[in-house]
């Protein structure tokens, strides 16, 4: 079991930033890959940035060039560094990770942490 803890949302202003930690019981190393997913109000989720375990990173694309993941293994945390903050980044941000044992992936999620950006 993985416990993932979503740390370092917030208000902020429109063009402002933000830095979201996400902090898992386990060695990240040991993690295939993590994730922040994002979900606005009434929207669907959405992949907002992927780090593999081999140090692949992707964006989806409305935050490419604003938004980077990175990690700290010592301290078993995910960074998702934001700048450039829109109102349409507002959202709940939700940390995700996969493990993938002897052929069997393990997903596991954060409770979520609240950014709302004003204009």
């Known amino acids: 079991q993985v416990q993932l803890v979503e740390s370092g949302g917030g208000l902020v202003q429109a063009g402002g930033s933000l830095r979201l930690s996400c902090t898992a019981s386990?060695?990240?190393?040991?993690?295939?890959?993590m994730k922040w997913y994002r979900q606005g109000p009434g929207q669907q989720r959405e992949l907002v940035a992927t780090l593999t375990s081999g140090g692949g990173i992707n964006y989806g694309d409305s935050v490419k060039g604003r938004f980077t993941i990175s990690r700290d293994n010592a301290k078993n945390t995910v960074y998702l560094q934001m700048n450039s903050l829109k109102p349409e980044d507002t959202a709940v941000y939700y940390c995700?990770?996969?493990?993938?044992?002897?052929?069997?992936?393990?997903?596991?999620w954060g409770q979520g942490t609240q950014v709302t950006v004003s204009s």
């Open positions: 386990v060695s990240i190393s040991s993690i295939n890959a």
């Open positions: 995700f990770a996969r493990m993938i044992t002897a052929w069997v992936s393990q997903d596991y």
